[in-house]
């Protein structure tokens, strides 16, 4: 007998007692995993000795691990269908705008929108008829022949990356596969999603933990869908789409090659933005910058800077932080005591001022700009300056695509950038990788190499600074001019060595565990790039790794 601590009320139990087993079958399809200790577990999960003394917690879609298992048992619940009805074509999953999953098909010439019909109804019975999802373990040797059976050869082509000897998949009846996720113990669990046609494929929208369980509205976003296609497109002609690809670039010695390729994307990109803005030179007087945190804003700014430069144009820099009103006068007009102050709320900088600096130095006046002490908390005198002809002003920082920032500027004498990374990569046709945790990824080396910050301090502000973005940089992305892809292909190939020693401090007890066991199971597929002499000085991902020619 094993003593636990479940739903906050002390139980004993028999070992082998699947946690499924403790909760009132009525509540269990509101259920979709649960937390036994610092640890994500099934609701099959069986309870043995070394679970003694530990609290389990039911986690339902208000939590994110849970949602990440719901989105991945929907997406296995879509595939099983496909397999039902078309055995034989191939289809990816990716995720697309309105932060949903695109499902498209690879083999050529099928028509996906005379089958989304059938593909539903099929999800739909599937779902109806409740069936289990078990996890099974089984040797390489037997998950290959499993895959070979299914036509899951991407699966087949990971296999060789795994370090374990052993595999976990996922069985539903007579169908098998593996999401590279933890699911929901049966498909009836899978109450609330969506499936609607979106060429060239189908969206799938399901509930998100942080709107508190609800499926967002969908919103068109041509914006970020061509960049989604775009880069779509890029890692298609470039073979870099799965995990796979890219470890055999590698594996071949193409390793330079496969660095110089991704860093001429990145060339390109800049060759196309100063373009853009040089034909409209007489007109733009304000380059606006934002993205989310990790995305590279630092240096991509540097070498904004060079390739106006190459073209004749010389910009000037101005600092957003030094236009922030002081910390009192932020608890004045947000009514809250300084410790409790939202510092990313954009009230917090001085938009008037701000605002009529910039029209006078665009009218060609001289203009003394503030600079901000941040330890005395106040502002202070800063250069003076009058712009040439033709010279550009360059904003960065979360707020700057804002409207309310630039209120005085009209729109067409404004560029507007968002940055960020967009990578469509897989680590097979059914699992794409998170953008969101390669960004996490980045910054938790770079606050380690740079900050002396170990892995779990970034991961304990990582929900903060999401929140921000949701909040003050995503809403406002729709309303570039240009938006630069700053992912780099072969990244996590370099960042795995120092992510993974950062991580693997995080020990299973720890309340960061959960997230740190999420990235080294995607780190641990990829090759290393050991020689980072390869990566130019100029990189955005030397902003992370350290060895920019920028000193950032």
Known sequence: ?????????????????????????????????????????????????KDNGLTIHLLNLNNAEAGRAYSASLRYIVAMAFYHIYPDVKIRFSYNISRSISCQAITNNFNMSRAVGEIRREVERIIAEDLPIERVTVT???????????????????????????????????????????????????????????????????????????????????????????????????????????????????????????EAYHNRQLAELGE???????NVRLVAIAGPSSS??????NRLRIELLSRGIDPVTISLDDYYFDKGKISELQGKPVGKLDLEHIDCLDIELF???????INGETVTLPRFNFVADRREKGKTIKLGQNVPIIIEGIHALNEKLTKSIPKHRKFKIYIAPHAQLNIDDHSPLSVTNA????????????????????????????????????PNQENADYVFNSSLGYELCVLKKQAMEALTQITAYDPQYLVANRLIKTLKYFREIDDDSIIPCNSL?????????FNV
Request: proline share 4%; charged share 30%.
């Open 1 to 49: 007998m094993i003593k636990v601590n479940f739903n906050n009320k002390p139980l004993t139990v028999e070992e082998g007692t699947r946690v499924l087993e403790l909760i009132e079958p009525k509540e269990r399809k509101n259920l979709v995993v649960c937390q036994v200790g610092a640890q994500v577990k099934e609701l099959h999960y069986k309870l043995s000795a």
């Open 140 to 262: 390489i040797e037997e998950a290959t022949e499993i895959y070979k059976k299914f036509h899951l050869d991407d699966k087949i082509d990971i296999l060789q990356y795994r370090p374990e000897k052993t595999v976990h998949l996922y069985k539903c009846g007579d169908y098998y596969n593996y999401l590279h996720n933890y699911m929901v113990p049966s498909t009836g669990c899978i109450h609330n999603y969506t499936i609607t046609p979106y060429s060239p494929g189908i969206i799938i929208q399901y509930p998100r933990h942080d709107l508190d369980a609800n499926i967002p509205e969908f919103e068109e976003e041509a914006t970020y869908c061509k960049t989604l296609q775009r880069a779509y497109s890029w890692a298609e002609k470039a073979r870099v789409q799965t995990v796979t690809e890219i470890n055999r670039k590698i594996d071949r010695g193409e390793g330079l090659e496969f660095v110089q390729m991704c």
């Open 276 to 282: 853009a803005i040089e034909k409209e030179i007489e």
């Open 296 to 301: 590279g804003k630092t240096t991509f700014c």
């Open 355 to 361: 605002n009529k600096d910039l029209f006078d130095l």
């Open 439 to 474: 960004r996490l990824i980045r910054r938790i080396v770079r606050d380690m190499k740079f900050r002396g910050c170990p892995a779990a301090e970034t991961i304990d502000m990582w929900q903060s600074v999401r929140n921000g973005e949701f909040r003050w940089i995503y």
């Open 541 to 549: 991902l030397r902003e992370f790794i350290g060895g920019s020619c």
